[in-house]
């Protein structure tokens, strides 16, 4: 088997570890209420965790033995395949609306990709880490903090504009924390046995943070957004972040030129196209789901005569000549001998 075939396979399994694992942990989110460490003690939310980390690591081989523009639109069918798996294995059907918007982000997402040229510096230099490191922590403090003032202000009914700007932030998060990190991963991987002991610990460490918050990021993300919207959001931002990294660090570009240039911009039009068309799908359906349903009038009581009396309304004509025909016995009131009983005014 080829090192370019056994890539394509590794990404092919690595896709269905990230889709399964999204799926584990909306329904985490969906059944557990909210708590900061609660889910430390649950085995389900561990076995997302195991199946996130398998993906990654299966994602970092697949990125060592085949090319980049082979194995990063592979990455894209963690997107395509969540949606009907979702539906077999919780037994949801998925909204026309919802495949058209995961059909449009597949596509811009797998135009940017395949329009990304070769890469020009093999990893990151000290400054170009320090630059890397510096706007993603602004940029999650800003996504974090984003989805935690929403939250503070109590916007929370299901469907409101609130809830769903809260769940793409934290998507967001997810996702440019991603990005750095098999950014930073590739990094440590050429340069692990060149590297200084002072610039390959904080760098590790880095990558275990940023992973870490992408991971908590992801599944806060999937409380009242559904499983689509989230997972879209942040299977676009990971790779727009690394690709921006390339682009911008490392001397990367698009392919073609000034018309390679106008494509991706395209197809980044249409990711966020399908980004939109599967918010408004989740804020819809969440609104349906939260709407309180009529309650059912009480029936009538049917008349104790004809066919259709019940059981109840039987045993109840049968009690009432008996309770009719019943009488209270009451005492008369003893007087003393020789006195009369003085009749009430």
Same mark, same amino acid.
């Given at each position: 088997m080829?090192?370019?075939?056994?890539?394509?396979?590794?990404?092919?399994?690595?896709?269905?570890?990230?889709?399964?694992?999204?799926?584990?942990?909306?329904?985490?989110?969906?059944?557990?209420?909210?708590?900061?460490?609660?889910?430390?003690?649950?085995?389900?939310?561990?076995?997302?965790?195991?199946?996130?980390?398998?993906?990654?690591?299966l994602?970092?081989?697949a990125?060592?033995?085949?090319?980049?523009t082979?194995?990063?639109?592979l990455?894209?069918?963690?997107?395509?395949?969540?949606?009907?798996?979702?539906?077999?294995?919780?037994?949801?059907?998925?909204?026309?609306?919802?495949?058209?918007?995961?059909?449009?982000v597949?596509?811009?997402?797998?135009?940017?990709?395949?329009?990304?040229? !070769?890469?020009?510096? !093999?990893?990151?230099?000290?400054?170009?880490?320090?630059?890397?490191?510096?706007?993603?922590?602004?940029?999650?403090?800003?996504?974090?903090?984003?989805?935690?003032?929403?939250?503070?202000?109590?916007?929370?009914?299901?469907?409101?504009?609130?809830?769903?700007?809260?769940?793409?932030?934290?998507?967001?998060?997810?996702?440019?924390?991603?990005?750095?990190?098999?950014?930073?991963?590739?990094?440590?991987? !050429?340069?692990?046995?060149?590297?200084?002991?002072?610039?390959?610990?904080?760098?590790?460490?880095?990558?275990?943070?940023?992973?870490?918050?992408?991971?908590?990021?992801?599944?806060?993300?999937?409380?009242?957004?559904?499983?689509?919207?989230?997972?879209?959001?942040?299977?676009?931002?990971?790779?727009?972040?690394?690709?921006?990294?390339?682009?911008?660090?490392?001397?990367?570009?698009?392919?073609?030129?000034?018309?390679?240039?106008?494509?991706?911009?395209?197809?980044?039009?249409?990711?966020a196209?399908?980004?939109?068309?599967?918010?408004? !799908?989740?804020?819809?359906?969440?609104?349906?789901?939260?709407?309180?349903?009529?309650?059912?009038?009480?029936?009538?009581?049917?008349?104790?005569?004809?066919?259709?009396?019940?059981?109840?309304?039987?045993?109840?004509?049968?009690?009432?000549?008996?309770?009719?025909?019943?009488?209270?016995?009451?005492?008369?009131?003893?007087?003393?001998?020789?006195?009369?009983?003085?009749?009430?005014?």
């Amino acid at each position: 088997m080829s090192a370019l075939t056994t890539a394509v396979l590794l990404s092919l399994v690595s896709a269905v570890s990230y889709a399964l694992a999204a799926i584990v942990q909306e329904r985490i989110a969906t059944t557990t209420a909210p708590s900061r460490w609660g889910l430390l003690r649950s085995g389900m939310w561990w076995t997302a965790a195991v199946l996130q980390g398998s993906g990654a690591l299966l994602h970092v081989v697949a990125l060592g033995l085949g090319p980049l523009t082979v194995v990063q639109p592979l990455g894209v069918l963690t997107l395509v395949l969540a949606a009907p798996m979702a539906a077999l294995l919780g037994r949801r059907p998925v909204a026309p609306a919802a495949w058209r918007g995961i059909v449009l982000v597949t596509a811009g997402l797998a135009g940017i990709l395949l329009l990304t040229g !070769d890469r020009g510096a !093999d990893s990151l230099d000290g400054g170009g880490q320090f630059v890397l490191a510096g706007c993603v922590l602004g940029a999650l403090a800003l996504l974090v903090g984003t989805a935690t003032g929403v939250r503070r202000l109590g916007h929370g009914r299901p469907g409101s504009r609130a809830v769903t700007l809260r769940s793409v932030s934290l998507a967001l998060a997810a996702g440019v924390a991603y990005g750095a990190a098999s950014v930073f991963v590739k990094t440590l991987a !050429d340069n692990w046995t060149s590297a200084p002991l002072a610039t390959f610990v904080p760098l590790t460490v880095l990558t275990v943070v940023l992973a870490a918050a992408g991971l908590a990021s992801s599944q806060a993300s999937y409380r009242d957004g559904g499983l689509a919207t989230p997972l879209a959001t942040a299977t676009v931002a990971n790779p727009v972040v690394a690709a921006a990294a390339g682009i911008l660090l490392l001397g990367e570009g698009f392919r073609y030129g000034a018309t390679g240039t106008v494509l991706a911009l395209g197809a980044g039009a249409l990711a966020a196209w399908g980004l939109v068309v599967l918010s408004s !799908d989740s804020t819809r359906q969440a609104r349906a789901e939260g709407t309180p349903q009529p309650r059912p009038r009480e029936p009538r009581p049917r008349s104790n005569s004809g066919p259709g009396r019940t059981a109840e309304a039987d045993f109840a004509v049968q009690q009432a000549p008996e309770a009719a025909t019943r009488t209270v016995v009451v005492p008369a009131p003893r007087t003393p001998a020789g006195r009369q009983p003085v009749p009430a005014p």
